[in-house]
């Protein structure tokens, strides 16, 4: 009598294991055998992180082994279990591997393939395209498409983190609570003491220090003792939480009338202001908030909103600094250009409005839009077109890990009417959502390309801006990422014909430019992908911007925005109008007060975090790959991320500030805080 030996592992995370009746079933091509219950006399199996064996009998040969049917039944309460994989030993000594990675909730039945990657026209046999097409077809009735709001991608139609699909929950709801974390923030920092205080103004900037925590955090520490400074200030532009706005001036906006007498103080070389913008002047103009209504949730509190247009100079020592700030974008006498040349706190006060504003950008456009709300659109499409066994849904999963369970958490306590974000931030109670709307028509294709979108700003040139890490950074793991996939296209893809015949994958990418760019022509995405070079830059997107760019947009928040002073999540008093009547009790008096500051800082503290056990770029424990050329382009891959980490980490000796963002060690795979 034929014997095989079934091996099932459960996985390590809390609440895996399970009391449950556990069945198995195998589909060979020579037949079926019969429901076998996997039970061990006097031994608790399926318990969590276990790996237990079974000897399975049938009667008669079945064959090649198509699919191994799991099936779960009620012991005394339901609980749910996470399996990893089950392994198969046939009869002849083969070893089959079918890989899971999921939750199998209630009374239910799971059904799985052998690990082998293949394409929908690879299956030839009746019985594997039906099990790819019913997959597909629950998978879409579970990932529905929904507005959340008008404008917006496309998200998961789901009202809170429990109405999703169990496999894409956090294990464990506690740690991924906006509301717990800030509270926890709260406790760490120790600032619950002045919330008492909600709505009263620090006295000065030193005062801000009775809510700044120095925990070994040399950057956050700097920028506290340098905010003031010109250099600082211009730096961030480069490698702050935002280094994605500042671009090479190759004309002078009319909507700024900056002259030579104006700036020639700043100017170094001895040319004239039109003489310097052939390669010397930068600028970032924030008029995407022009006209977007400030936060009027608090009625007690009026907070404010600028647009403004600021001027860059890289100097003779090739440091970027500011030379001209206009706080809104009609030039005329209530809006002057504020100068390095006038009096101190003129000056800094038109500093602190473009940090501000670069803080409003930062986190809902170049953070939330471009790095959250894309990846969800990746993910949701992911799962809705592509089946377990397809190697771009092998391929991108690790890199969709609690993005759209992260996102949905977002909509129920941090974004939403009322949430966690009205209570600091000026955008709160609505501007948000209409920036979002805004910038929606610049959230193209060749602007998620990190090196198009580098050298579209003008900002590839190594030479001319040597001091650029964000940008040195990217592309150096940009081409690790691109090198990988480029080799996992072409294990799977032959030519580019059957990158074009690949039915799921061109649904794949019109459910994204469907739903996603709101089938959007001038978004640039393409509705199909019809080469193998397209779809290793397609893949590469993805991959990117879920893990690399959003580490460089995310986990400085704490280093660049815990010192209030240079990020103002708010401010209480609009622009000034008039130069030479700023004083330091008006710009305290327009920072944010003490409830607001200590939001912010408990909110920038909790958004920095990692996740617990989290995974980096390039680790992939779940293997859903089985194949040894896949498991050795892997392998390379994190090879070439760890050369790129030594590159970094020798760039970063001794600076006093490290640029390290962007680096492969403390990048996570996945959008997932």
């Known amino acids: 009598m034929p014997s095989y030996t079934v091996t099932v592992a459960t996985g390590s995370q809390w609440f895996a294991g399970t009391d449950d009746y556990i069945y198995l079933s195998l589909v060979g091509s020579a037949g079926c055998s019969e429901k076998h219950l996997l039970d061990k006399a006097f031994y608790n199996d399926f318990e969590r992180g276990a790996v237990d064996s079974y000897e399975i009998s049938v009667d008669e040969e079945l064959g090649e082994i198509h699919l191994v049917k799991i099936e779960k039944r009620k012991y005394?309460?339901?609980?749910?279990?996470?399996?990893?994989?089950?392994?198969?030993?046939?009869?002849?000594?083969?070893?089959?591997?079918?890989?899971?990675?999921?939750?199998?909730?209630?009374?239910s039945e799971i059904v799985l393939r052998d690990g082998r990657a293949k394409l929908a026209q690879d299956d030839q046999i009746?019985?594997?395209?039906?099990?790819?097409?019913?997959?597909?077809?629950?998978?879409?009735?579970?990932?529905?498409?929904m507005e959340w709001n008008p404008?917006?991608?496309?998200?998961?139609?789901?009202?809170?983190?429990?109405?999703?699909?169990?496999?894409?929950?956090?294990?464990?709801?506690?740690?991924?609570?906006?509301?717990?974390?800030?509270?926890?923030?709260?406790?760490?920092l120790f600032i619950n003491r002045f919330m008492h205080m909600f709505q009263s103004s620090w006295h000065d900037f030193a005062d801000f220090e009775k809510i700044f925590v120095k925990i070994s955090n040399t950057i956050s520490e700097r920028v506290m003792q340098h905010w003031q400074e010109d250099l600082m200030f211009g730096y961030q532009f480069l490698n702050g939480c935002n280094p994605v706005l500042i671009?090479?001036?190759?004309?002078?906006?009319?909507?700024?009338?900056?002259?030579?007498?104006?700036?020639?103080?700043?100017?170094?070389?001895?040319?004239?202001?039109?003489?310097?913008?052939?390669?010397?002047i930068f600028i970032v103009d924030y008029e995407l908030l022009d006209g977007i209504d400030a936060n009027k949730t608090d009625p007690c509190t009026h907070q404010f909103l600028a647009a403004p247009i600021c001027l860059l100079y890289?100097?003779?020592?090739?440091?970027?600094?500011?030379?001209?700030?206009?706080?809104?974008?009609?030039?005329?006498?209530?809006?002057?250009?504020?100068?390095?040349?006038?009096?101190?706190?003129?000056?800094?006060?038109?500093?602190?409005w473009v940090r501000s504003s670069d803080f409003h950008v930062h986190q809902t456009i170049t953070h939330l839009l471009r790095t959250h709300l894309v990846s969800e659109v990746f993910g949701i499409a992911m799962y809705r077109q592509l089946p377990a066994v397809h190697p771009i849904f092998k391929l991108l999963v690790a890199h969709t890990r609690f993005t759209i369970a992260i996102n949905t958490k977002a909509r129920e306590q941090l974004i939403c009417e009322y949430g966690l974000f009205d209570k600091a931030n000026a955008t709160g109670g609505g501007g948000h959502v209409q920036m979002v709307q805004r910038a929606m028509k610049d959230l193209t294709y060749s602007s998620l390309c990190f090196p198009e979108a580098i050298k579209a700003r003008g900002m590839d040139s190594t030479e001319d801006i040597p001091y650029y890490f964000y940008r040195d950074d990217g592309l150096l793991v940009w081409e690790s990422i691109h090198s990988f996939v480029a080799e996992v296209v072409g294990l799977y893809y032959e030519s580019d014909q059957v990158v074009a015949e690949d039915v799921e994958l061109q649904a794949f990418a019109k459910d994204i430019y469907v739903y996603g760019m709101r089938g959007s022509k001038a978004s640039g995405f393409p509705k199909a992908l019809r080469s193998r070079e397209k779809l290793t830059e397609y893949l590469t997107v993805i991959i990117f911007t879920a893990s690399a760019q959003h580490a460089a947009v995310n986990f400085g928040q704490y280093d660049w925005y815990s010192w209030i002073p240079n990020a103002p999540p708010t401010m209480r008093a609009p622009p000034p109008t008039a130069k030479g009547v700023v004083t330091i009790?008006?710009?305290?008096?327009?920072?944010?007060?003490?409830?607001?500051?200590?939001?912010?800082?408990?909110?920038?503290?909790?958004?920095?975090?990692?996740?617990?056990?989290?995974?980096?770029?390039?680790?992939?424990?779940?293997?859903?790959?089985?194949?040894?050329?896949?498991?050795?382009?892997?392998?390379?891959?994190?090879?070439?991320?760890?050369?790129?980490v030594s590159v970094i980490a020798e760039r970063n000796k001794n600076k006093k500030l490290p640029y390290y963002y962007l680096s492969p060690d403390r990048i996570p795979n996945s959008v997932a805080i």
């Open 76 to 107: 005394w309460l339901h609980d749910d279990w996470y399996l990893k994989y089950v392994t198969l030993k046939t009869p002849h000594g083969d070893y089959v591997e079918f890989p899971c990675y999921r939750w199998i909730t209630g009374d």
């Open 314 to 352: 890289k100097n003779l020592a090739n440091k970027i600094v500011p030379i001209a700030i206009q706080l809104n974008q009609t030039p005329g006498e209530e809006n002057p250009i504020f100068l390095p040349s006038d009096a101190k706190y003129d000056w800094l006060l038109a500093k602190i």
């Open 247 to 280: 671009r090479r001036c190759t004309q002078l906006p009319p909507k700024l009338p900056v002259t030579t007498d104006m700036v020639e103080c700043s100017l170094e070389r001895q040319l004239t202001l039109e003489q310097e913008v052939e390669g010397n």
């Open 585 to 644: 009790q008006q710009i305290v008096e327009t920072l944010p007060d003490r409830g607001r500051s200590c939001w912010h800082l408990g909110a920038v503290w909790a958004l920095s975090q990692v996740q617990e056990n989290e995974l980096f770029l390039g680790m992939y424990p779940e293997e859903h790959f089985i194949e040894k050329p896949m498991k050795e382009a892997m392998a390379r891959f994190q090879k070439s991320l760890e050369a790129v």
């Open 126 to 145: 009746h019985i594997l395209k039906q099990h790819r097409r019913k997959e597909l077809e629950k998978r879409q009735k579970q990932y529905r498409w």
């Open 151 to 188: 404008g917006f991608p496309l998200s998961i139609d789901a009202k809170c983190h429990k109405d999703l699909p169990r496999d894409i929950q956090f294990d464990s709801e506690k740690g991924v609570d906006f509301i717990l974390n800030y509270s926890k923030a709260m406790e760490n």
